[in-house]
């Protein structure tokens, strides 16, 4: 149980939630997927995350929105054929334990670990850590030790739903270079200027970028600040919410996905460890 004022457990249809409350925001984590479902800065009182209102939060299906967390493979990059594995990795679908929770004069820290980390697809030996930071910004930060004898390679990623107002009047700010279309094939293209979402996006941008702004209506809304990254993945199913079941047909006029990852590999040696890590900022 968590040994702070700050810090409630609650539960729903099976699930357990750790409400957090504290001076700075409020915010919401489900143990099943280790999943983060809401940050509400308390300087304005906006929620920053978008949820499904068609979720599924009764444990039958991985949670549509907040913070799915992708280990130790992204998307189907796990080797075999596609859909022989779940997509995205096995941790987002099993019941996290609560490690510790503490507060200090900048706000609620939280510590997670899921149930196992070996499992078909990936049977190394490890730890994997997710630490919650809530105040005036909220930091997630994903922890992977190899604690074997042996390297091994992963890949990982905070696939976060931003909420938006309105999608088609959002701007992102910071992403330059080139980037990997998902949906022509994997082209590669130049990053448009500026960075507007006018249909269905999927795109892996393959640089290590640490700064990106999401800007409504001329303003920042939300800065995202990335660490251990060497991805940005950019996401919105636009129309085709509508094939998705666990969305509403016009959810993707309110969200969009901006993901810190590791979609390209990461090695770690025995004894070594990787923190991949995303800061919100509210602006």
């Known amino acids: 149980m968590p040994s702070v004022n700050s810090v409630t457990v609650s539960e729903s249809n099976g699930l357990t939630f750790l409400d957090v409350d504290n001076a700075f925001a409020t915010a919401r984590i489900s143990?099943?997927?280790g999943h983060i479902l809401s940050f509400v800065p308390k300087s304005d009182n906006k929620e920053r995350l978008w949820v499904s209102p068609h979720a599924y939060l009764n444990g039958e299906r991985p949670i549509r929105g907040g913070i799915p967390v992708c280990w130790p493979w992204f998307s189907d990059d796990?080797?075999?054929?596609k859909g022989a594995l779940p997509s995205h990795g096995f941790l987002?679908?099993?019941v996290w334990k609560l490690v510790n929770s503490e507060e200090s004069a900048s706000g609620t820290t939280i510590t997670l670990s899921p149930s196992f980390t070996r499992a078909e697809g990936f049977e190394n030996d490890c730890t994997v850590t997710m630490v919650v930071a809530i105040g005036e910004t909220m930091e997630v930060s994903l922890v992977t030790e190899n604690t074997g004898v042996v390297a091994f390679d992963f890949n990982c990623a905070l696939?976060?739903?931003f909420h938006v107002d309105d999608i088609q009047q959002a701007v992102i700010k910071g992403i330059e270079g080139e980037y990997k279309d998902?949906?022509?094939t994997w082209a590669v293209?130049?990053?448009l200027s500026p960075y507007t979402i006018t249909g269905e996006t999927d795109r892996i941008h393959l640089a290590p970028i640490t700064n990106a702004d999401i800007e409504v209506d001329g303003n920042i809304f939300t800065e995202v600040v990335s660490q251990g990254n060497d991805?940005?993945?950019?996401w919105n199913p636009w129309q085709g919410a509508a094939s998705i079941s666990d969305m509403d047909p016009f959810g993707y006029k309110h969200m969009l996905c901006v993901e810190t990852s590791l979609t390209q590999g990461r090695t770690l040696a025995p004894g070594e460890s990787h923190t991949l890590s995303q800061t919100i900022v509210p602006r």
């Not at 796990?78 to 054929?81: A, K, N, T």
């Not at 991805?231 to 950019?234: D, G, I, K, N, T």
């Open 231 to 234: 991805s940005l993945v950019v």
């Open 159 to 161: 696939h976060t739903y």
């Open 31 to 33: 143990l099943f997927g």
């Open 78 to 81: 796990h080797g075999r054929e």
């Open 182 to 184: 998902k949906l022509d």
């Open 189 to 191: 293209k130049p990053t």
């Open 92 to 94: 987002r679908t099993q």
